[in-house]
């Protein structure tokens, strides 16, 4: 059987729930590994939120954080690192051009957090783990560079004016998303070059694994780019409507419910018929 790439995605994916792998999950994935396969996490978060993961399934290949905007390897330096940023720049200009509709934000370099002001109700969403640093205040004074992510809580109903203003000055430079559902007012500003699928393309070169033999799981609306690289995309049954109108597969299970291990134990016994 040919040698697969496996790209899980997180929250609503792999995880049961957004801080819990079931160890009857890791252990099956292991042993999907044991075969001979390769496994790639491929998530919103950042590396400090997702190493935790990584390390359970006992993983040695590159990660994939920022949505496709950070991939490393910190295991082999001689893996060519994506790192795709958001210019200070047009950071402040947002920010300056948008005081009203905004109530707070943060922005990350790698593992390190700038906050533009204390809030107790933030707090769940910064993943302040390991050895990152916490910044708060202006942007002007704290932010030391370009950025791999940028994420503004507007003010309730102001969202899509930020979105408006992002695509009337920075169209082709800068896209936002909206993270929907009880997070609406949450909008990301990202790079059109920032997709998991880009970043997917390149871990699969990486290992010389063809797009053919690539399968990848997800739910998200920012999962897309990378389900339709792959040579199969499969979507969780709480996928977003979009993925699942793109998806080769739309598992009939949830996160919650074993999608991942039922899909590959049929899909590996298939192979495995059609190679005896």
Same mark, same amino acid.
Request: charged share 25%.
């Given at each position: 059987?040919? /040698?697969?790439? @496996? ?20 252990? $099956? ?10 496994? &790639? ?19 040695? !290949?590159? #990660? ?6 950070? *991939? ?13 940023? *958001?210019?200070?720049?047009? &950071? ?13 934000? $943060?922005?990350?370099? /790698? ?8 809030? *107790? ?10 050895? !990152? ?18 994420? #503004? ?13 992002? +695509? ?34 390149? &871990? ?9 033999? @690539?399968? +990848? ?17 499969? +979507? ?9 109108? #793109? !998806?080769? *597969? ?22 495995? +018929?059609?190679?005896?």
């Amino acid at each position: 059987m040919k /040698k697969h790439l @496996i790209a899980l995605d997180l929250d609503g994916t792999l995880l049961y729930d957004w801080k819990t792998l079931r160890p009857e999950t890791a252990d $099956f994935l292991k042993a999907i590994k044991k075969q001979g396969h390769e496994l &790639v996490i491929a998530t919103g978060r950042p590396y400090r939120s997702a190493i935790k993961f990584y390390n359970a399934l006992d993983l040695n !290949a590159p #990660i994939i954080n920022y949505n496709g905007g950070l *991939v490393s390897w910190k295991e082999n330096p001689d893996f060519e690192e994506i790192n795709i940023t *958001v210019e200070k720049d047009a &950071v402040i200009d947002i920010f300056n051009n948008n005081t009203d509709h905004i109530d707070n934000a $943060f922005c990350e370099i /790698k593992d390190d957090i700038y906050l533009m002001r204390e809030s *107790v109700d933030i707090m769940e969403l910064l993943h302040f783990f390991g050895n !990152a640093t916490l910044s708060i205040g202006d942007f002007t004074e704290t932010l030391p560079g370009d950025t791999n992510g940028v994420i #503004i809580i507007a003010k309730e109903n102001h969202g899509h004016l930020i979105e408006a203003y992002v +695509a009337e000055h920075y169209p082709g430079k800068l896209m936002t998303r909206n993270w929907g559902s009880s997070y609406q007012f949450i909008i990301e500003v990202f790079t059109p070059h920032t997709n998991k699928g880009r970043a997917l393309k390149h &871990v699969a070169h990486t290992f010389g694994i063809s797009r053919e033999n @690539i399968l +990848a799981f997800g739910d998200g609306h920012n999962d897309i780019e990378m389900l339709e690289y792959a040579g199969i995309g499969i +979507a969780m049954s709480n996928a977003h409507p979009e993925l699942k109108a #793109i !998806a080769d *597969v739309v598992s009939p299970y949830s996160n919650q419910e074993g999608a991942i291990e039922t899909f590959l134990t049929s899909y590996f016994k298939n192979k495995k +018929a059609v190679s005896d």
